[in-house]
């Protein structure tokens, strides 16, 4: 099972990776390939292909500790998300100021996460 996370962290911080790691990564995350799709256009061992990506994912996990940016893009998505709830909540309550009210909490809590 393809550890999900790491997609988040290569999104984060794969420009910190060499080009091949990255495009390893990539390509094993988020093109779901196998090890052994991976390793022949390169010429390489599937060993040889997991090795660099056990080694990109250490990488990435280090700049995660160092720098704790997915972490913060994270948490700052769980805040919009309980933005939402509340803006949902207040136009429930039906007056039309509340509903107005609730419609810019809802559009300002969407341009946050779409800013993630």
Do not use: W
């Amino acid at each position: 099972m393809k550890n999900l996370d790491f997609v988040l962290l290569l999104d984060c911080y794969g420009s910190l990776l060499t080009k091949r790691q990255r495009d390893l990564l990539e390509g094993y995350y988020d093109e779901d390939l196998s090890l052994a799709e991976l390793a022949d256009p390169l010429g390489v061992s599937r060993q040889a292909v997991h090795d660099s990506i056990r080694r990109g994912e250490r990488q990435l996990l280090s700049f995660e500790e160092q720098m704790g940016l997915a972490h913060r893009l994270q948490q700052c998505h769980a805040l919009f998300e309980t933005i939402e709830g509340y803006g949902a909540q207040l136009k429930a309550l039906g007056t039309t100021q509340t509903t107005a009210i609730a419609d810019a909490i809802a559009d300002a809590a969407r341009q946050g996460k779409a800013l993630l």
